[in-house]
Every structure is written in C-alpha cells, then in structure tokens.
C-alpha cells in the first residue's frame, strides 16, 4: 500500500512560483521600469535646477570703483560683498584693491565675491610738532605722516638758521612761538602743510637798491624779496600819517652805483608823506648817490 506524501512546499518555493507566474512578473517589471524613470526623471530636474558641477570664471574687478562694480553685479552670477575697507595714499579713493577668489578662478553661479576697497575718505592725522627742528628732518617726518608740504616764507634769524619757525594748515599757525594748536591740528593724508623757516644765508654780497623815492611798502618788498636784505632802523619826520604810503627819502648804506652790501645786512630808512622833488629827475650815474633830505642828526 503506497502512502500519499502530505509535506506542503516551503515559503521560498511559494513565493517563487507565485512570482514565476508571467501576470506577477510583468507587474513586477512594470513597477521597477517605473521606479527607475522616475528617479532619474528626478535627479535630472535636481541637476538643472541646481546647476550641479557648472562652473563660470570669475571676472576682474581690481582697479575698478566700487560703485561701478555694485552696478555691474547686478547683471553678474555672483553676488558682491565689500568685505574690508583699507587706505592706500596714491589709489584712488573707492577703487577694488584685492578680490576673492581671485580673477578667472571658477565658481558656481551666485557664489560671493569678497572685495577689499580703498576707503573713500581719507583718514586723519595730527599734525606733528615741528617748531625749532632743522628743516631736512622736518621734511622726512612729514614724508612718514604722508604729508604733503611746501614752504611759503622764509625769514631771517641768526640764531635758528634752517629750522622751521611756523607750521601753517589751511591758513591757520599749528605750530610756532606761541605753541602748539591741538585743537586744529588733524589734517588728512596728502594734505599740504605749510612752513615758514628761518633763512640760511652766506653772507654774499648783493647790491645796494635805490630805495629813495619809493613809497614804504614798496621799499620794504625790494629789501627782503628783491636783496635778502633785513629792514633796520626806520626814522619818519613829522608829515607822516600812513607809513605804508609814505616815501623813503633818505636811506642807509646811501645807494651808490656799483657798490655792494652783504646779504642778511640792515638797511635803515628815513620816511616822509611827502615825495622828494628830484624823484621825476633823470638818473644820472653818482649824482643819485647823496641822500636828498636835511639831515639835523648827521646821519644821512
């Protein structure tokens, strides 16, 4: 008597039959071609959105303004950020001084630009004091602030040849005798100052100027411009009401054709509001030589 075998297939054996059949199989081959479109549907879309891996070269912006670049980057892939600010004297004011990344690196599209720009003002400084110190040395700290300067007026003292007896900024005296102005004393970087020094001079010789006949102020601007000459005793007779306009009648070393004083030398004058008779005369060699005024002193 044979025995009928009752044992059912084991899981594994189900499921592959179950799927074996060709309905199960196509379905199942359906839904993976499905699932496979749709994620690469789906990364393509992520891609273009993103425009993963594409890069763009970065343009130059050094040497530019500021303001210019701003503008620009508004037609730009990138977008621009003024990082840090600094000063360099010579560069234009606003102008892009470094950038990163720096010019043709590549990067993705609205990747920030970092700019370094040269500051649009520029900054202040103190005046340095300077009053008494010899004009070379002078002249080299005032290179080290970054200032610009000239000198406007030289005077004679003796005492204090080549050092600087007034410092001036903006028409104001910073420095001199009377101390130092803090208070007006920061100026701007390439600012000019001004200084006022004591004259060096090698006593060499300069002509004695006809003064007589010219009006005081006149007289006065041909001794120190004209000679390098320095203004001494000034004697003036009772008609004198304005010495600026008033004549030089008489003067001392006497004018003389010809002769020679030293330079740094005083020169005296004598003044009268009134003009000598002989000044409209035609010059004529020595006869300009004796002063033509009464002279009670005997100095003239």
Known sequence: MSETNNTKPSFFKRLFIFGSTPRVFLNCLGMILATSLLLWFSFSM????SNHGQTYEVPDFRD???DDVMR???DSRFEIVVNDTTFINGKEL????HQDPKPQARAKEGRLIYLTVNSSERPKREIPKLYGNNYKHAEQVLSTYEFKHSIVKRV???DAQGTIKEVIYKGKVIDGEDGFDQANAMARIGDSIHLVIAEEFDAGPTQIPRLICLRYSEALFKIRSG???MLGTITVDGSVQDSASAY????FPHYIPGQFMKTGDQIDLRLSQRKPSHCDQPIQGEELAPNHVSDPDGRW
């Open 227 to 229: 000679h390098d000459l």
């Open 64 to 66: 530019q303004h500021v």
């Open 156 to 158: 004679i003292d003796t």
């Open 72 to 74: 620009e980057a508004k």
């Open 248 to 251: 030089v009648v008489a003067q």
């Open 94 to 97: 606003g102008i892009v001084l």
């Open 46 to 49: 992520l891609k273009c959105m």
